[in-house]
């Protein structure tokens, strides 16, 4: 089994995680209609209204928005985090020229990039914080119920059809987008992750989590698999012994956002020992 290095701080998801996420159906390039999307995460809030079709693996229309999220939200309340957002979801339906009061809430599904234990598509259990946020609260929590309520209590009622983080959101967009379909996808963005399509007869900690939850039944043989890889660490991977605590073992090593600021950090060690611009 993989251990941390020595002088890191331990983290409960140092090993890969390889959680089940209850997504066991994916797109096949045949979806037609309107969605809207809501991505969470280290790269802040992006908004996007999609149109599919007509034809296979097409796209009419993508109209798309993004903002920065404030420090207070991310360190506040997690229910200030949603209201937040849902304060920034409403006009852009309203903009895309969707009317709720004619048909009804929109499709909305919500990418939400922090690690979930999951026993369906539509929900699901924050496992922890990352990427600057420390929201109260959260921990536990199902962002999906989350989003939806805060809605509501924005006056629009939206319920959240959909719930995966980025790397499942990833793979879903991929299997949309070609054929043959996409098996494996890999983000890297702010931070890093992967998930994969796995035979769900072989993941016996599938049944096991879901069956309690629910009377479930799988709709495919298939389920994606979230790798969870940020917290993995092993002697054998590079560290600088004053990384951040908190921040993902692996994800540093591979993580744009994680990885100029070690370069930051080895050139301002190494002209601080080595006199560079006359220091």
């Not at 600057?132 to 929590?141: H, I, K, P, R, Y």
Request: aromatic share 8%; proline share 9%.
């Amino acid at each position: 089994r993989p251990t941390p290095p020595a002088g890191r701080p331990t983290h409960p998801l140092r090993r890969l995680p390889m959680i089940a996420t209850g997504q066991d159906l994916l797109p096949d390039g045949r979806e037609t209609g309107d969605a809207f999307a809501v991505e969470l995460g280290g790269g802040g809030l992006r908004l996007a209204h999609v149109v599919f079709g007509p034809g296979r693996h097409s796209i009419n229309r993508l109209v798309e928005a993004g903002l920065d999220v404030p420090a207070s939200v991310k360190a506040g309340h997690v229910d200030a985090l949603f209201d937040w957002v849902a304060a920034s979801l409403l006009p852009f339906v309203t903009a895309a020229g969707w009317d709720a009061a004619a048909r009804g809430p929109p499709p909305l599904g919500l990418c939400f990039a922090f690690p979930m234990r999951q026993a369906a598509g539509d929900s699901g259990e924050l496992l922890g914080w990352a990427k600057g946020f420390s929201c109260e609260g959260g921990v536990g929590a199902d962002p999906a119920a989350l989003l939806t309520a805060a809605t509501a209590r924005a006056g629009v009622r939206m319920p959240v059809l959909a719930l995966a983080n980025d790397a499942v959101a990833a793979l879903a967009a991929a299997r949309y987008a070609r054929s043959p379909p996409a098996v494996a996808a890999v983000v890297l963005d702010a931070g890093a992750n992967a998930a994969y399509v796995e035979c769900l007869a072989a993941i016996g900690k599938y049944y096991a989590a879901s069956q309690p939850a629910r009377d479930w039944l799988p709709r495919s043989p298939d389920v994606v698999v979230d790798v969870e890889w940020p917290h993995f660490a092993d002697a054998a991977l590079p560290a600088l012994p004053d990384d951040a605590a908190g921040v993902g073992a692996f994800e540093a090593l591979v993580g744009p956002m994680y990885v100029a600021e070690a370069a930051r950090r080895l050139l301002a060690r190494c002209a601080a020992a080595g006199g560079w611009y006359g220091a």
